[in-house]
């Protein structure tokens, strides 16, 4: 009766964690937080007073800009234009992807765009905005910043504000915006008289990320994709990100349409949006050969061109007569007709059984390539690298794979799945309360199945991808047993293989480790190079088997 006493209250402490963890994770409201310990806390709606002194220290041009600018802001506040995104906006996100935004730019301004999110600062205080804020509908939004060319002498602000934002201010001068500047690290926001210490400055090269996280509204920066404390909080209103620069200089923008440099945003997937949406691209070039219109007009064609033979003929003959004494020569060109029907098909029922069988061992052997889709996620290169690795060594290293993890996982996840079955159907030939005890007692022995299974896959099998048995070729008896590891840290490209091999006949352990960056394992576009992986990996057998014998 204890045994069971303290098993109801395991699950209990469990059940318990579980909905404490969706209550704080799953059903919080936002809250008004504070913006750091120092900062205060982020109000849009109160405007910071400047003093008689504070735009004294101003020269002439900045005390009028400052001054237009808040004229500007007082007859367009935010909520003066709709700036929430539409559901025709939402549906171009859902169809481009990442391309639905892209940064806004005046003919008639000191910048240009190109490429969608290419900025070119000519001269003079400028900054663009993107078409589109940035959404609420995962937990955090992440966007980057190269100074692609950035002379010293230019001013650079990376940060967000609302709309309307006058576009001749740097973000974070102005009420409703906020940036983090190169030339002394500083954060300024609603006011270019309240800048504080932040970062590190940055310039030529460098990169700068712009997180939020809209549940609390608060604004995070990294620099060459390292994280830096959160900047503020409490921010309320529809931000867009903003980029800004008081002179010439070149700023490329990543919105989610390449990798970041900040690798937990990889991981996460913060960008804007998915890199491709779900609108179908074009067709390729060359795809409408077999359209009505054109095999109307090679029909013609064709009509037209063997009467165009025939007189070019007879052209051709005279024009020959007529040019016998002359050393240059005619020549006519001729329409060459290329079928546009594709050979027939030849049914595989047609073939005899040796070749039809034939050709299913050729289609089964040819290997196609592996591709990730996002090469800079590490669970996705782990897992290729792991099938490769199980497909070397049973099939290259003539090994016999081993299925008893995975016989004990599945026996574990049937078992539970067969007593719920067998719980709900007592509980549906009998009452509840007849049943009461039986369901119990089936929901802790189903926990109980299911604390067995995570304890023998985090403490039995651990980081084990392979166990293979090697047998002698003449008396069929087992004379060794390899099994092999992977590990990979999540925010790591560094993959960890460790090789054990248990001689049966001396009862000697031997193992071999390599650690090597996933990058000479694939390509740019995210293909897994196998040669270069088997050649690691044949390289690593070998080296094992030297230490046996040396052993």
Known sequence: ??????????????????????????????????????????????????????????????????????????RHPPDSIPTDITPPQLVSIQEKGV?????????????????????????????????????????????????????ETTTVSIGVATKPYPSWRLPGWNRYSIGYFNNDGSKYFSSP????????????????????????????????????????TGLRWNLFPTVG???PCQIHVNLGQAGF??????????????????????PAYGLERDTILLATGLHNNDSSSSSNTSSSCSNSSHDHAGSSGSSRSHHHNHSVLIPIEPPPYTSPTTLSPELFLQNRLLHSVAEEPVQVTNKYDATQLKNAIDDEVRRYFGNERDYKEGHLHMDVK?????????????????EYYTSFEEAKPTLWAAVIVF??????LWAYTVFVE??????GYKHDKSSGKRVGTMTVEGVMNRYSSLYTLTLHFQDQDHNKLSFYKLEKSVAGWFTEDGKLDKKALDRDLKDADESLVRQIHKD
């Open 261 to 282: 440099v900040f690798v937990e945003a990889n991981v996460k997937k913060w960008g804007l949006a998915p890199s491709q949406g779900t609108l179908a691209p074009p």
């Open 462 to 467: 651990k980081s084990e991808i392979f166990v």
């Open 1 to 74: 009766m204890s045994v069971t006493l303290a098993w109801i209250f395991i699950i209990c402490i469990i059940v318990f964690s579980l909905v404490t963890i969706f209550l704080l994770f799953f059903t919080r409201s936002p809250i008004q937080l504070s913006l750091s310990v120092t900062d205060g806390e982020a109000n849009f709606d109160e405007w910071l007073l400047e003093s008689e002194d504070q735009l004294a220290g101003l020269s002439e041009d900045a005390r009028l800009s400052y001054e237009r600018a808040k004229v500007f802001q007082d």
């Open 245 to 247: 620069a008081n002179g």
């Open 447 to 452: 926990w109980i199945l299911q604390v067995m």
């Open 99 to 151: 391309s639905a935004f892209e940064f806004e730019w005046e003919p008639d301004a000191n910048v240009f765009v190109a490429g969608r999110t290419e900025i070119q600062f000519m001269y003079g205080e400028s900054c663009v905005q993107t078409n589109l804020p940035l959404p609420r509908n995962q937990e955090v939004y992440y966007w980057e910043a190269k100074m692609y060319e950035l002379p």
């Open 193 to 232: 008289f309240n800048g504080k210490p932040y970062g590190l400055t940055y310039r030529h090269g460098d990169v700068i990320g712009v997180g939020y996280r809209h549940r609390t509204g608060t604004l995070f920066f990294t620099r060459n994709g390292r994280k830096l404390e959160d900047a503020y």
């Open 410 to 426: 599945l026996l574990l996840g049937y078992g539970s799945c067969a007593l719920a079955a067998g719980a709900f159907l007592i």
